[in-house]
């Protein structure tokens, strides 16, 4: 239990690129919240902070979780309505970063600001504590800084800087409600210049910089090594830089120099005199299409010569063995490679760690005392699957130690008594017996939450594991509750997987067991059914078909709870797992779509039998005109192949059920999951109602699909065999031949129709062709 109070309404001041992303995100966790902005000239006062709402409502990835998401955002200005800050419960400032204007700001606020509100800066380099100087102790006592990240949406890490005046209950009340209800990775950061990740992850970003201004490597060959080859996102340290901005880029580079002059690195923060022409040019990366890279008319992505200042085709890149490290699959033994290749790659690779990792444990205790934390933002804010201290675990602490000293990339004292103290290595342990170092302290206690423990550590613990398949584990998480985790190629849903639901069905029934969750911690929930089994085996597809869809309704009307609870991409069939669960639980980062079509196959594991259920259920009574709007909705849906971009806007499309849970910080999910198999099982569980009567349109309806379909194909929206397969579509969630007019169809026999339908699709040739076109080169084929 928890005694904080949920922020209910927030104001964001600023609505620039920040503000208006940080308005998006508290109002997609439903936030009631008030955007304003400095006041337009003339009449038309509020014309400056509709503008930058509209732009926010354009970028892509979108920042609202749904479109209707936005009407909880109330737009206005500093002139017309400051008094609504006396209604928030949580005032964030985000205007430009300039510390007397932030000053002025923080005066206002004070005079109006509720006595119990808690009030936040957004700012990314201005030091935290100058902004409230001259504020009375009562207001400074609730003010810290809230450091979101850039989008902030997608990115999990919020720094959270107190000052020595924050109170304790409103830092621990701020970590709450961030972890728990935004979703976020909290750090506690201490009030240096740029923090925590800004401080780090520009140092690295910078350090490849300069090799690449000095022609020691070229732009590619640092993407190259930097990107996902290290364990970090694809878009590495020039494709990331042009993502931000260039001008962004050398503004935080430049307060970093002026603000750190003791920083025994601090010429590293001096932006090259090429990258400031580049910005006086106008190439800011990706906001003006030309940065570090441009892309070219004939759709070739050529790089910057730093010399000529103009873009040339990518050199082959001079990086032997490049592609045997891509093709080890475990980063901790692709990095342990790396670090020891005898070429270009391992200069580079040792060069960069060294150097990130000495200046890194320099830091400490400046900026944190917890190595763990510096980790932790580099996990969060800037995609790193390992922060600086754990790759130094995985490389192995006494040979990186030796290897630094060498490199003339000195180590500070507090590392190097660390073997005195029998200290070789930052992190003992794991999960909930996690120990991390901590400087001054030694190895400290450093457990995720209790309801973050990963999956992995049940995995780990073998007198948990109750059965296991080659792509199934059956394991034991506490309280009466098991979970059944698949790791299938893609988490696809084949035979193994299918055999590995029903034997976890089995035991979970006859067993001292209150319910099951099926769940996995993939990247991706699961890419739906197994392609490759199903061209294998058209023979007696029949069979199979059959089974997928008995699995599914075993699990939908079992006698116990069986939560299902998805993360990531959910496709195909992993929707209609995800719906044959009666109690779904949903991270918001959930992209949830029936996208069958795209392979020229219908859903038939269940789905088109439950979406025509579902167009019935939500029209306001079972008449034509009034279903029919919700089942083109569905034909729309499935026949485009469209998937919702969040867990909200799949409940808006039907997939998730209206009542399913869905949490923000994905981390969360399994133990939320287990608290509903727990609450249901002792609310005296009971399966759905089988559905007998399912009301179908019949072929006026279908008449009107059809129409649909054509209008999309006279458009060249869609081709020939796509209009082909819209008819199947249409017949089967139409009732097919089995009613003349408005009717009621049971569950049985709608799945018969789906399932008739899926097998004459997939013996067409261009269906298979659609198959083997996905299979080979993972991407759709328009035939």
Known sequence: MTGYRPFRRVAVLGAGVMGSQIAALLAGAGLQVDLLDIAAEGEHKNAIVEANFKRMLKLQPAPLYTPRVARRIRLGNFDEHFDRLREADWIIEAVVERLDIKQELMARIEKVARRDAVISTNTSGL?????VEGRRLPFRRRFLGTHFFNPPRYLKLLELIPTKDTRQDVLERMMWFGRVLLGKGIVIAKDTPNFIANRIGLYGMLQALHLAVEGKYTIEEIDALTG???GRPRSATFRTADLVGLDTLVHVADNLYENVPDDEKRETFRIPDVVRKMVEKGLLGEKTKAGFYKKMPNGEIWSINFETLEYEPPKEKNLPGLEKYEEIKDLDERLRALYEDEGRIGEFVRSHFLSLMAYTARRIPEITEKPADVD???????GWTYGPFKTWDVLGFERVLQDAEAAGEPMPDWVKEMPAKEAK???LGFGPEQKSYVYGEGYQDDPPPADEIPLAYFLRQKDRVIWQNPD???VDIGDGVALLEFHSRGNTLGRSVIEGIHKALDIVGDGDFRGLVIANDGRNFSNGANLLEIIQSLDNLDEVVREFQKTMQRIYYFHKPVVVAVHGRVLGGGVELMMASPNPVAAAESYIGLVEMGVGLIPAGGGCMRMVAWAAESAPNEHPSQVLPYL???????????VALSAFEAKEFGYLYAHAPVVLNAERRFHVAKQEVIRLYEEGYMPPPYKSAIYVLGP????????????????RFITEYEYFLATKLAYVLTGGDRVTGPSYLTEDDLLDLEREVFLELAQQPKTQERMWHILKHRKPLRN
Do not use: C
């Open 127 to 131: 030091p935290v504590h100058k902004i």
């Open 228 to 230: 996902r080859l290290l």
């Open 376 to 382: 932790r933002a580099m996990m969060w804010g800037f």
């Open 425 to 427: 290595s930052f992190y």
């Open 472 to 474: 199934t584990t059956l």
């Open 632 to 642: 083109a909705k569905a034909f729309e849906q499935i026949g485009t192949a469209k």
């Open 700 to 715: 006026d309806a279908r008449a009107a699909l059809v129409s649909m379909a054509y209008n999309m194909k006279e458009g």
